[in-house]
């Protein structure tokens, strides 16, 4: 952890009154953020920090500086299946879980998790929600790449392809909650995969220790047409009404997608505190529908961005999220004054820490927070003229124009370089794959239907 001065940047801090300093500074001492102001009141703001020369100075003349983005869902180890399966009907059950299946081992899982926590520092994604298997050892990847994670064992009804866990993951999330919480990067969380992989019994066990453990619990919800049409022949509800029914929705609930949604699903949402996921991306190219955000914001429901996996969505980093959401919105509701820029960022950013549980501490920049902190240089070609910086960094950048990531105090990529992990090694582990993976995706796209 650095003891840092950042100086002379464009601060969009993202509190609560959206303060924007125009020439300001951040002070970040150990892992927290202890000043920010506008320049010409840093003499008498830092009048309680004596000794300066303890702090680099980095001068920030001309970038932007925000608060890191919180990615709230995905599942990294995907990465490695990044661009198969595109365009196939039913992806999920026709391709995507047999290959699962057949190919995902623990190296496989936690070398694509190494390569994800790059592109995620990259791409300034500072915290990340991750449901996956043999979480246990990707946690401890984490923790060396040095970002922040909201980490869960994907919990199913049947065996999971983590073999360390036969009972499709409850044991193993219960030892996992014990083994992190209270860590300074890691929070455990509860991931139920979804309404059609999971009984009643395994829904009810997963809420019970999300409760017990007051930690977030996470599912796919309201996001498949089949879900839907099941949860309506079997039950005579939707699936929100159907969870409710269990008592299963409370604050502590995070809901990924939530595309399917009546009136009533979203009173629910809002009178049990639920949270959304929104993963305008992966929905789009899914063919799934758009989410109504529009709605729940306008009914106070907490609504953070995510990306889903790189094999859904392709992108693991939340900034060429932030056009789609803006974009879809506006075309599906006919409406282009819809989603300013910065209620986009604010989602990408507070609204996410928000969804994950970890507002008190990261999702803005304010004294007192931990420095998750990203820098953005405007010198590329497709970051000027800049008249209204939200809307330069929602509909101009991309994640290459990420300078500087820091997480929790520790600067872990600067001018573009990692320097928590080694990218070459990454790319390596990550090729040694691709002939397994290779030929089992052979084998699958075999026993497609033609089109
Ligand atoms: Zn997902």
């Not at 709230?72 to 399966?85: D, E, I, N, P």
């Not at 604010?346 to 501490?361: D, Y």
Request: with cysteine; glycine share 8%; charged share 25%.
């Amino acid at each position: 952890m650095a003891n840092l001065i950042l100086q002379h940047g464009t601060i969009l801090t993202m509190d609560r009154q959206d303060t924007l300093y125009e020439d300001g500074f951040v002070v970040v001492d150990g892992d927290a953020i202890t000043h920010l102001g506008p320049m010409s009141l840093m003499d008498e703001l830092l009048q309680g920090i004596p000794e300066t020369e303890h702090y680099s100075i980095l001068d920030c003349t001309g970038k932007l500086i925000l608060p890191g983005m919180v990615n709230t869902h995905s599942h990294l180890s995907m990465v490695v299946f990044r661009s198969l399966g595109d365009d196939v009907a039913d992806r999920l059950k026709r391709y995507l879980f047999p290959l699962e299946k057949t190919a995902m081992d623990k190296q496989m899982a936690l070398d694509g998790a190494a390569y994800a926590f790059a592109e995620l520092l990259l791409g300034g994604v500072t915290t990340i929600y991750d449901a996956y298997y043999f979480e246990d050892e990707i946690a401890k990847v984490a923790e060396k790449a040095g970002i922040r994670g909201v980490l869960s064992e994907t919990i199913l009804s049947f065996p999971s392809p983590n073999a360390d866990e036969p009972y499709g993951g409850i044991p193993y999330t219960k030892q996992f909650i014990k083994n992190w919480q209270g860590h300074p990067l890691i929070t455990p969380a509860v991931n139920c995969h979804a309404l059609y992989t999971n009984d009643r019994e395994h829904l009810q066990e997963c809420h019970r220790i999300a409760r017990e453990a007051d930690v977030i619990m996470c599912m796919h919800l309201a996001e498949m047409d089949y879900e839907q049409r099941d949860c309506l022949r079997d039950f005579g509800m939707t699936p929100v009404q159907y969870l409710d029914s269990l008592g299963i929705l409370d604050a502590r609930f995070l809901a990924a997608h939530s595309i399917n949604l009546e009136d009533r699903d979203l009173e629910i949402y809002r009178d049990r505190g639920v949270k959304v996921s929104h993963n305008a991306g992966s929905n789009a190219k899914g063919a799934k529908g758009v989410a109504r955000i529009r709605d729940m914001r306008a009914m106070g429901i907490t609504v953070g961005l995510g990306t889903d996996g790189a094999m859904s969505g392709n992108t693991l980093d939340i900034l060429t999220q932030l056009p789609l959401v803006g974009k879809i919105q506006k075309v599906s509701n006919n409406d282009r004054t819809l989603f300013p820029a910065k209620e986009i960022l604010r989602m990408a950013t507070i609204e996410g820490a928000k969804a994950l549980g970890l507002e008190e501490i990261t999702g803005s920049l304010e004294a007192g927070k931990r420095a998750d902190i990203i820098i953005l240089e405007t010198d590329s070609v497709n970051m000027q003229p800049i008249y209204d910086p939200y809307s330069v960094v929602v509909y101009s950048a991309n994640p290459s124009n990420v300078e500087t990531t820091i997480v929790n105090g520790r600067v872990v990529m600067d001018k573009r370089r990692l320097l928590s992990l080694d990218m070459a090694e990454l790319r390596e582990n990550l090729f040694r794959h691709q002939d397994k993976i290779r030929a089992i995706a052979r084998e699958l796209d075999k026993k497609l239907p033609s089109s």
